[in-house]
């Protein structure tokens, strides 16, 4: 016996549990600093060997004021991610941080880009002492090419992608329905009203039967972003308007958001559905929650599919919204007609999209899965983060629903 009474180590076993606690948490905070740090270092150091440091020769102030950016983005970027992001909410740092995320991760990929090529060339021994500054000028100016392109594409209104939709089980009363999707408009740190009033006016000029929007309508809560999700309430519809929560609404207030855009106008699919009719025929259009929702601590917020069609005509065709595209397989078993989804934002700024292909089963477009079900995934109205799309462009997609077979999904 080590000599310690009973009462004794009863009384120090909370302590030493407590203790243990926090070492750790200790021990996961340095784990979280270590893989924040890589990764931090393996997106800086393509862009400083390739633009600054692989035998481009540069004069030393470039060498060494390409370094210290690089450095100071490094040491930075976490405090200006919890600032924007974080409980402050600070839209002037999320603004900074995201940009410059944006940036970086267009000068990784072309400095990799540029380092096989500056290695393809060398092997075959093209271009000489000089070769290596010629790779470091071209990557910059494809980067800042792709950049001033991107941001383009990010902030204007974005093109109508016009797609028939064969749903076998449409009567031939709603043969011909107008389906307007909107999906992740992510109003947030760039104050985008004005752009939001012109993708109203957009929609309304499509003369809509449905307009569905898929989630992601914010980053922040109502209050913070009601001026730019205002313009929402001015669009119009002859049959309905319905709207599911994303997982970035989980973010910021999702009961809230699902109030503001009953405010709005809008029908709040909150694992519900509503039957709109024409010609003696029915539709139902149902939703369900994102799929995060469950682990939102929100009471009743989780994706319940059986809910949602609970009550619905099991002869009538079904579209669902639900807002991530790996929803498809319970859509598919519960034979749903079609599923509408966002969230991929179609990668948004290549080659992203190769990444989102490992989380979703799809990344744009129309797919066919099993007998029954098929699947469009827009692309996204607005964008998350940093302000750009690269290979990515934006959409508000026109589905035009056609009863029969027609020709089969791609």
């Known amino acids: 016996m080590d000599g310690t009474a009973p009462g004794e180590a009863a009384a120090a076993a909370p302590g030493t549990e407590a203790a243990g606690g926090g070492a750790r948490r200790r021990r996961s905070g340095l784990r979280r600093l270590a893989v924040l740090v890589l990764v931090l270092l393996l997106l800086c150091f393509p862009p400083w060997w390739t633009l600054f440091a692989g035998g481009a020769g540069w004069p030393f102030p470039v060498f060494l004021a390409g370094t210290v950016v690089l450095a100071g983005w490094m040491v930075s970027f976490p405090f200006l991610m919890i600032a924007g992001h974080g409980p402050r909410r600070s839209d002037r740092a999320a603004r900074i941080a995201d940009t410059s995320l944006g940036v970086i991760w267009v000068l990784f990929t072309w400095s990799v880009l540029g380092g096989v090529a500056d290695l393809a060339l060398a092997g075959f021994d093209v271009g000489g002492t000089g070769r290596a500054r010629t790779v470091a000028v071209v990557v910059a100016a494809v980067s800042a090419g792709l950049l001033g392109w991107g941001h383009h594409e990010a902030m204007r209104v974005p093109r109508v992608r016009r797609l028939d939709v064969h749903v076998p089980r449409l009567g031939g009363g709603l043969d011909g329905t107008r389906v307007v999707v909107l999906a992740d408009t992510h109003y947030g740190p760039i104050d985008r009203a004005h752009w939001s009033a012109r993708v109203a006016e957009a929609v309304n000029a499509l003369d809509a039967d449905v307009v569905v929007h898929a989630g992601d309508i914010a980053d922040g809560t109502p209050a913070q972003r009601r001026e730019q999700s205002a313009p929402l309430g001015t669009i119009r519809s002859r049959l309905a308007k319905v709207y599911v929560t994303g997982n970035h609404e989980y973010g910021g207030e999702a009961q809230g958001w699902l109030d503001r855009m009953a405010e709005l106008g809008w029908?709040?699919?909150?694992?519900?559905?509503?039957?709109?009719?024409?010609?003696?025929?029915?539709?139902?259009?149902?939703?369900?929650?994102?799929v995060t929702a469950e682990h939102s601590g929100l009471a009743g917020h989780r994706a319940n599919l059986a809910g949602a069609l609970a009550g619905a005509d099991p002869a009538d065709p079904v579209l669902l919204v639900a807002h991530q595209p790996k929803y498809v397989p319970q859509a598919a078993a519960a034979g749903i007609d079609l599923q509408v989804s966002g969230h991929t934002h179609g990668g948004q700024i290549w080659p992203?999209?190769?990444l989102v292909r490992i989380d979703q089963?799809?990344?744009?477009?129309?797919?066919?899965?099993?007998?029954?079900?098929?699947?469009y995934t827009s692309r996204g109205t607005g964008f998350w983060g940093p302000p750009f799309r690269v290979f990515a462009p934006s959409e508000i997609t026109l589905l035009t629903l056609r009863s029969g077979a027609g020709p089969a999904a791609g």
């Open 267 to 290: 029908e709040p699919l909150h694992n519900r559905h509503v039957v709109v009719e024409r010609g003696g025929d029915a539709l139902v259009l149902a939703g369900v929650d994102d």
């Open 352 to 354: 992203f999209n190769f």
């Open 361 to 375: 089963p799809v990344v744009r477009g129309l797919s066919r899965h099993g007998e029954r079900t098929q699947l």
